[in-house]
């Protein structure tokens, strides 16, 4: 079997921290090969989503493929994989750097390298990839190209001495990058005789065409009419249409070995469509499939519920849509006492849960309302059986468990050195310990060891705001660690609520337990009985508010007489009250909940 080289083929993925200009060179790089006619061209035209142009960021990867004519006089095709920079998307990266055989990296000239800047590289690096630096936004009067140059080289180890400078937005040398990605990144290589392999890069479900398939062709050739094999899901299916993606979809006759394309062969379920799967020849098989991708494990759970229970059944086939087009969302049916029909959804962090949230209260018109998010506990029991737990409120008797292990993660942050004493304090307040302290020129990098609980509920923001949006972050989970985590109940009138209930460390649940209740003294409006808002561990009451109750005057229309006849009605009031207080019903309205949740504000 031959394989050779497709000269004229460069697959390539642009890689960089959050804003430092990836979607805006992916539209210059389209403009400048002419891609897209000037009049239909538009601001980050690859982030197709609303809310990616709103936020500014790109949650989805995409793809495109450009055609470019080098100096040399050679037409050449390039394909662009543009990816997400935030850490809860970096299995789009994953995937898309798997379809590729280099990465331009993309470094802010005024920034430097950030966290996620190391982390998007060492994947690409471990993907194999050939990686071309460029310097954007070297326009801006603060930029140091020398200064980043020498800090590329010394943190990340690469040689940036023939580093492209460029200005992304005002269009300044892209044609040197383009000459860099033809002259210094490889071809693919491929047997175009071989039977046909193809890696299966993502999918997404287009209300005409049904399933479309993104593609990379490893060996042979994918045409029309074909007879196709998913070797994972082994479903066979007929292609009806081939094509490439000039950004809109352009239907082509075939792709051939190191093209990056679509098809569409009337799939109904996206279930088959496992993205990493290989794609073959159902005639003609290959023995191997491809290793494919590590399956997503969600990190984040949260319960989302319809603010109006009537809106369920919109909801189950929102969430059963939004799954075909992101692989990484899981979710199952779940039911509270508090809030009643909803579903238990994973997600890879905090930002994924939010988008995701948005995209449903946006897309499909629902009010919604969520619980507190909450990371999955592996509990050991004294039988033996190992247990995952993911809702607080579904924890067996303590009696019966023999540990509770959580997760941790490895966090990098990069802070200006004014800021460092508030950002070790923070993570020593979360329990971290610290691995490494170190210095890349005037900025120190700390790497610790935090508990994942600690850091969903609001440890960015807390970031952000010490170090004045200087500081940069980005974690990967590490392993389970035992832990001394105990179940705090929140108890309205000597009731559990399920939807408040949260695992928290022994030594921080009195300071959570205390203000959790002062919270809900505040939010919940007064009854006509007294209502004890209480935090507990088991049976022991750690934290308590009383909220009083509403009292009538009912000794108004007495006037003179005897004291005992006053003393009769207010015995017979507080008799009332205390039945009432047994047989009352506590309304927590929903604004309560929401608030009580977001608690660590």
Request: one cysteine or more.
């Amino acid at each position: 079997m031959s394989t050779r080289s497709f000269d004229n083929i460069r697959n390539f993925s642009i890689v960089a921290h959050i804003d430092h200009g990836k979607s805006t060179l992916a539209d210059r790089l389209i403009q400048q090969t002419g891609t897209v006619a000037a009049r239909d061209m538009s601001e980050q035209i690859l982030d197709s989503m609303d809310i990616e142009k709103e936020r500014g960021i790109t949650i989805k990867a995409q793809t495109v493929r450009l055609d470019y004519r080098a100096e040399d006089g050679k037409d050449y095709v390039l394909n662009l994989m543009d990816t997400p920079g935030h850490v809860d998307f970096a299995y789009e990266v994953s995937r898309s750097l798997a379809a590729c055989e280099g990465s331009l990296l993309v470094v802010d000239a005024s920034q430097g390298v950030e966290a996620q800047t190391l982390a998007n590289v060492y994947q690409a690096l471990d993907a194999g990839h050939e990686i071309v630096t460029v310097l954007n936004k070297i326009d801006l009067p603060a930029a140091e190209p020398e200064r980043i140059k020498q800090q590329i080289e010394d943190v990340i180890g690469l040689d940036a001495s023939e580093a492209v400078p460029i200005s992304a937005k005002t269009g300044l040398n892209i044609e040197g990058v383009l000459e860099a990605i033809v002259k210094r990144l490889p071809a693919p290589k491929g047997d175009l005789e071989a039977p046909l392999k193809a890696l299966l890069v993502d999918s997404w479900y287009d209300a005409y065409l049904g399933v479309v398939v993104l593609v990379r062709i490893i060996d042979g050739v994918l045409k029309k009419n074909m007879t196709i094999r998913m070797m994972r899901a082994n479903a066979v299916y007929g292609v009806d249409r081939v094509g490439v993606f000039k950004p809109k979809m352009l239907e082509v006759k075939e792709l051939g070995p190191g093209e990056v394309g679509f098809f569409t062969a009337s799939i109904k379920e996206v279930a088959d469509t496992a993205v990493g799967d290989t794609i073959t020849d159902d005639k003609k098989p290959i023995a191997e499939p491809l290793p494919g991708f590590k399956p997503v494990q969600p990190v984040v759970f949260c319960g989302i519920f319809p603010v109006d229970a009537a809106d369920f059944e919109v909801l189950r086939s929102a969430m059963s849509r939004l799954r075909l087009n992101d692989a990484s969302f899981s979710y199952e049916m779940e039911t509270s006492a508090a809030l009643g029909f909803g579903f238990r959804c994973g997600f890879l962090g905090l930002l994924h849960l939010e988008i995701i949230q948005e995209r449903l209260e946006r897309e499909f018109n629902l009010n919604l309302i969520s619980t507190a998010p909450s990371v999955v506990y592996h509990l050991k029991l004294r039988d033996g059986e190992t247990l995952e737990l993911h809702n607080p409120a579904d924890m067996p008797d303590v009696m019966k468990i023999e540990t509770i292990e959580e997760p941790w993660i490895r966090a990098t942050i990069f802070t200006p050195d004014e800021y460092l004493g508030s950002v070790l304090k923070l993570c020593q307040d979360r329990r971290g310990l610290q691995i490494d302290l170190n210095y890349v020129g005037s900025r120190a990098k700390v790497v610790y060891d935090l508990p994942l609980n600690e850091v969903v509920f609001d440890f960015y923001d807390r970031l952000k705001s010490i170090s004045k949006g200087y500081a940069s972050f980005d974690y990967a989970i590490t392993d389970y660690r035992e832990g001394d985590l105990v179940r705090m109940s929140i108890l309205v009138n000597a009731e559990p609520v399920d939807a408040l209930s949260m695992l928290v460390h022994r030594t921080r649940a009195d300071a959570r337990g205390r203000a959790m209740c002062e919270k809900l003294k505040e939010l919940i409006p007064p009854h006509m009985f007294q209502i004890p808002v209480q935090a507990a561990i088991g049976g022991k009451i750690i934290a308590r508010e009383t909220i009083r109750a509403l009292r009538k005057d009912v000794t108004a229309k007495c006037y003179g007489g005897d004291a005992s006849r006053k003393r009769k009605l207010l015995d017979k009031q507080k008799e009332g009250k205390k039945k009432m207080r047994q047989f009352g019903k506590v309304e927590i309205p929903q604004e309560a909940f929401i608030a009580a949740l977001k608690m660590d504000s």
